[in-house]
């Protein structure tokens, strides 16, 4: 495909999720899905990530906030992993999912930082304090 829009948002997209993660997303297109895989290519990755008014940690945290709110934890796992990538730090992380839970509802950042520690232990992240764990 020679479309500029795309490759853009490809390229942002390996680098933001990795390229194993965009590997098997590739791999598992379908006839049905190849639509949607090319729309969110174009214009999350494309068009959005790669907007000059904000940079990707900002990005990410704003992604992390609208996945908790959303309740959307599949893909908070695979955003707190594309946010240490991004540049912030667990701890950075962790407050991002303590601001959502005052905006979003304790229940839901409690689910989130579930989600999170376990993508934190993947990435060799340790908690910050290993005594106090997510209900």
């Known amino acids: 495909m020679n479309d500029p829009v795309h490759e853009r948002g490809m390229r942002v ?9 965009v590997d098997t997303a590739v791999e598992r297109t379908t006839g049905f899905t190849a639509d949607f895989q090319d729309l969110i290519t174009r214009y999350a990755w494309g068009e959005i990530w790669t907007r ?7 990005r990410s945290c704003i992604t992390l906030t609208a996945l908790v709110a959303l309740g959307r934890l599949e893909e908070l796992e ?5 946010a240490l990538r991004n540049g912030l730090s667990a701890d950075e992380i962790k407050e991002v999912l303590l601001h959502s839970a005052i905006y979003c509802g304790v229940p839901a950042a409690n689910a989130a930082f579930a989600v999170a520690q376990r993508a934190l232990a993947e990435h060799g992240e340790p908690p910050a304090n290993p005594a106090i764990q997510p209900e």
Do not use: C, K, N, S
Not at 13 to 21: A, I, K, P, S, T
Not at 78 to 82: F, L, N, P, W
């Open 13 to 21: 997209r390996r680098e933001v999720l990795g390229d194993d993660h």
């Open 52 to 58: 000059p008014g904000l940079d990707r940690r900002t």
């Open 78 to 82: 695979m955003h707190v992993r594309a």
